[in-house]
């Protein structure tokens, strides 16, 4: 889900998804600062870039120490997991207990248009296929990764050869 539709139908979505006991996955953009505490404890994955984690917590997110406190703040505000995307710094992931940085693969970029999206198409990918969340955060950052690599942002979605071929082809750097 996003903010590209009313407030109230991603609540209304987001409740349907919950009570059929799926995970509810939201990518805050447009950023808004207006939302109420019953979006938060809806949300079971948040996952802003640096600007909409400045504009939930109020904090100046700018690395990732301030992306770190910003994802424990909005876990603090009910979200079961915050996911801060900070492009070629990686992204940090908060939940309960534990905080944890991916970083970014290196990669050339091309087009950063639609990484945000190829970043939440392959978490909900993993996780549907039962990765762990570190594992699933891993394999999203690859999919944003080979997605930078190719200009646009329909033509930018990877394939999930290309996507694979770019794990491999790190794990031997």
Same mark, same amino acid.
């Given at each position: ?56 917590? =109020? @904090? *100046? $997110? ?7 406190? %910003? &994802? ?6 009910? #979200? !079961? ?40 198409? =392959? @978490? *909900? $990918? ?7 969340? %570190? &594992? ?6 690859? #999919? !944003? ?29």
């Amino acid at each position: 889900l996003q903010f590209e539709v009313p407030l109230p139908l991603v609540m209304v979505a987001a409740k349907a998804v919950k009570a059929q006991g799926a995970t509810v996955i939201v990518d805050p953009a447009p950023a808004r600062n207006d939302l109420p505490p019953e979006f938060f404890r809806t949300v079971d994955i948040l996952t802003p870039n640096q600007v909409e984690a400045s504009q939930l917590t =109020g @904090l *100046a $997110v700018t690395d990732v120490a301030t992306a770190t406190e %910003a &994802a424990q703040r909005l876990v603090q505000r009910g #979200v !079961a997991i915050a996911i801060v995307k900070l492009g070629d710094q990686g992204a940090v992931v908060a939940e309960n207990q534990r905080t944890f940085h991916q970083p970014a693969l290196p990669v050339q970029v091309v087009d950063t248009v639609a990484a945000g999206d190829a970043f939440n198409g =392959g @978490l *909900a $990918v993993a996780l549907a296929e039962g990765m762990d969340l %570190a &594992a699933a955060v891993e394999f999203a950052s690859a #999919v !944003a990764a080979a997605a930078v690599m190719v200009a646009g942002a329909q033509s930018s979605m990877p394939e999930r050869s290309r996507v694979a071929a770019l794990r491999i082809g790190l794990q031997h750097l």
